[in-house]
């Protein structure tokens, strides 16, 4: 069974920095592109960056240049390193990934969430 795992949320003033991190676990062969979205109370869930699994990223306009993506291929893990926090950063941040497990088809897999609340 694969499961991804969020950790590294909190509450962080305006300005200040934190780091998710996302594991994931199970019997797994190979994972392709992962990600990370983020859902505020009220709004839809929204995608916040992406990375293949070559290590090319991608941004939300509203993250870029403040939010670095990244990921350990060896041992299955993806970071968000998260500076210049602002309040409308506050939400449930959530890890997905594009995962082959060993013995099942393809599929995509998505953390339980860990809640990020930027406020002074």
């Known amino acids: 069974q694969v499961q991804l795992v969020e950790s590294g949320g909190g509450l962080v003033q305006p300005g200040g920095s934190l780091r998710l991190s996302c594991t994931a676990s199970?019997?797994?062969?190979?994972?392709?592109?992962m990600g990370w979205c983020r859902q505020a109370p009220g709004k839809e869930r929204e995608l916040v960056a992406t990375?293949?699994?070559?290590?090319?990223?991608n941004y939300a306009d509203s993250v870029k240049g403040r939010f670095t993506i990244s990921r350990d291929n060896a041992w299955n893990m993806m970071y968000l390193q998260m500076n210049s926090l602002k309040p409308e950063d506050t939400a449930v941040y959530y890890c997905?990934?594009?995962?082959?497990?060993?013995?099942?088809?393809?599929?995509?897999?998505w953390g339980q969430g860990t809640q990020v609340t930027v406020s002074s």
């Open positions: 199970g019997s797994i062969f190979s994972i392709n592109s």
């Open positions: 990375i293949t699994a070559g290590g090319s990223t």
């Open positions: 997905n990934a594009d995962i082959k497990p060993r013995w099942i088809p393809r599929s995509d897999y």
